[in-house]
């Protein structure tokens, strides 16, 4: 069993900077590809980013490239998600993820073993 916590979420002006966290308990945190995702109002929620085991590989959607940065440290059990030039559509809950599956360009909900519960994320313009 693995519990994930999210942290560092909050409100930020249109262009400026956050950086998510996700604590992961457990020893077996580097056998997993962890991912984050996002869940709009309104919205179904999407992928954002995912990076390898290793943290050699990372992929990340259209939407965020350039502005997003997916990181790990499997050293203290914990995934970042570094967003930049942050944006009003950027406003949502975002969620990590860990999977057991090795990493693929956009990591499928389905396939997720384990979920955070979320945190909220708002961008003001």
């Known amino acids: 069993q693995v519990q994930l916590v999210e942290s560092g979420g909050g409100l930020v002006q249109a262009g400026g900077s956050l950086r998510l966290s996700c604590a992961a308990s457990?020893?077996?945190?580097?056998?997993?590809?962890m991912g984050w995702f996002r869940q709009a109002p309104g919205k179904e929620r999407e992928f954002v980013a995912t990076i390898s085991r290793s943290g050699a590989i990372t992929y990340g959607s259209e939407s965020v490239k350039g502005r997003f940065t997916i990181s790990r440290d499997n050293a203290k059990n914990t995934v970042y998600l570094q967003m930049n030039s942050l944006k009003p559509e950027d406003t949502a809950v975002y969620y990590c993820?860990?999977?057991?599956?090795?990493?693929?360009?956009?990591?499928?909900?389905?396939?997720?073993?384990?979920w955070g519960k979320g945190i909220l994320v708002t961008v003001s313009s």
């Open positions: 993820a860990a999977d057991r599956s090795l990493i693929t360009a956009t990591m499928s909900q389905a396939g997720v073993d384990y």
């Open positions: 457990g020893r077996t945190f580097s056998i997993y590809t």
